[in-house]
């Protein structure tokens, strides 16, 4: 069984950074895709960064050149590197881990079977 916990989440002036982190338990398959999604209250759920394990990553336009989505398999954590933050940015965010097999990796929350509980972010 398979349990993600984010951390790393609070609140932050415009232009500040943050770093989110995933424990992930459980993880037993060569292959897979995580990633980060966001929900701000009255808005669907959607895919910030998604990375497989090979490395290979893709982001939503949005956070291009701002966030970097990476792992550490040895430690089976995932990270948001979170910089130059927006007050858009503010939302919960939530790690996921999907192991179907099905590649690339997307960024379709309803494609994602494990989820965190989140940690929010909120930017003023």
């Known amino acids: 069984q398979v349990q993600l916990v984010e951390s790393g989440g609070g609140s932050v002036q415009a232009g500040g950074s943050l770093r989110l982190s995933c424990a992930a338990s459980?993880?037993?398959?060569?292959?897979?895709?995580m990633g980060w999604f966001r929900q701000a209250p009255g808005k669907e759920r959607e895919g910030v960064a998604v990375?497989?394990?090979?490395?290979?990553?893709t982001y939503a336009d949005y956070v291009k050149g701002r966030f970097t989505i990476s792992k550490d398999s040895a430690k089976n954590t995932l990270y948001l590197q979170m910089d130059s933050l927006k007050p858009e940015d503010t939302a919960m965010y939530y790690c996921?881990?999907?192991?179907?097999?099905?590649?690339?990796?997307?960024?379709?929350?309803?494609?994602?079977?494990?989820w965190g509980q989140g940690t929010q972010v909120t930017v003023s």
């Open positions: 990375i497989d394990n090979d490395g290979r990553t």
């Open positions: 996921a881990a999907d192991y179907s097999g099905i590649t690339p990796c997307r960024r379709i929350a309803k494609s994602y079977r494990y």
């Open positions: 459980g993880y037993t398959y060569s292959s897979y895709c």
